[in-house]
């Protein structure tokens, strides 16, 4: 092993030269701080070495669900991407509501639906790769499907029941958002924990940063009405 270990770190120094040389050749706008990514790479592994605490100590994981999706990787996959759909979906249909109620609009909405938009990226791009091996498969296509179907009739059926019940464009909003981003937060809390896609788990945590921020922005708004 160690008549070995010059070879391989001779080789290592070509791969560093190699992603230097890539990253020269970026425009400035395509490049990202390598002290972020070096953050990136940091809490990812923290995130990593708290699951395997977890397994290591037999802590029983929370939600039923999670821990069945989790079980499968194809099954892991469909969900990723069906709750990706989800987040970009609440936030076209609120544009949408919104569009014959420019006046009613919240001064937060842009922001507040810019991230939604950016978690469906998170998560896409966290469950890219492991999607790849699946996509082509008859099975996962129906059972992603599915998945996706059964995730927007419960969309609709919260904002269709609200848009009845309230006469108010923003309190509709408010509390469909408030109830939605309330089971988000569980779920996606109790997904991070049975996930042991790290990639998944770190874009989740990301996330959750922002459901906090989200609630309390919500809940102000509850009772400023």
Same mark, same amino acid.
């Given at each position: ?9 001779? #080789? ?8 230097? *040389?890539?990253?020269?050749?970026? #425009? #400035? ?5 390598? /002290?972020?990514?070096?953050?990136? $790479?940091?809490?990812?592994? /923290?995130?990593? !070495?708290?699951? &395997?605490? +977890? ?8 939600? &039923?669900?999670?821990?069945? =999706?989790?079980? *499968?990787?194809? @099954? @892991? ?6 709750? /990706? ?11 949408? @509501? !919104?569009? /014959? ?6 001064? !937060? ?7 939604? %938009?950016?978690? +469906? ?16 498969? +008859? ?12 995730? @927007? ?5 919260? !904002?269709?029941? &609200? ?20 089971? =988000? ?5 109790? &997904?991070?924990?049975?996930?042991? *896609? ?7 945590? +990301?996330?959750? %940063? #922002?459901?906090? $921020? ?12």
């Amino acid at each position: 092993m160690r008549q070995n270990l010059p070879g391989i770190i001779a #080789d290592e120094h070509q791969h560093i030269q190699f992603g230097r *040389d890539m990253r020269a050749e970026l #425009d #400035d706008s395509q490049k990202m701080d390598l /002290g972020k990514l070096h953050q990136i $790479e940091k809490e990812m592994c /923290g995130h990593l !070495f708290s699951r &395997l605490l +977890q397994i290591h100590s037999g802590e029983k994981q929370q939600g &039923l669900f999670c821990r069945a =999706v989790s079980f *499968d990787p194809s @099954f @892991f996959a469909a969900w990723i991407q069906t709750l /990706g759909h989800a987040e970009k979906r609440a936030a076209d249909a609120t544009e949408s @509501f !919104f569009s /014959g109620f420019e006046h009613l609009r919240p001064h !937060f909405m842009t922001e507040h639906l810019a991230d939604e %938009v950016r978690h +469906q990226k998170l998560l896409h791009r966290a469950i890219l790769l492991q999607r790849r091996k699946f996509r082509f498969n +008859q099975q996962f296509q129906e059972i992603e499907k599915l998945m996706t179907t059964q995730m @927007f009739n419960y969309q609709n059926k919260i !904002f269709g029941y &609200l848009k009845r019940k309230l006469e108010n464009p923003q309190l509709v909003y408010f509390y469909a958002t408030s109830l939605i981003e309330n089971r =988000v937060f569980k779920h996606y809390t109790e &997904l991070k924990q049975a996930s042991n *896609d790290i990639l998944v788990t770190y874009a989740l945590n +990301q996330i959750l %940063v #922002d459901e906090i $921020e989200h609630a309390q922005m919500f809940h102000n708004a509850l009772k400023a009405h």
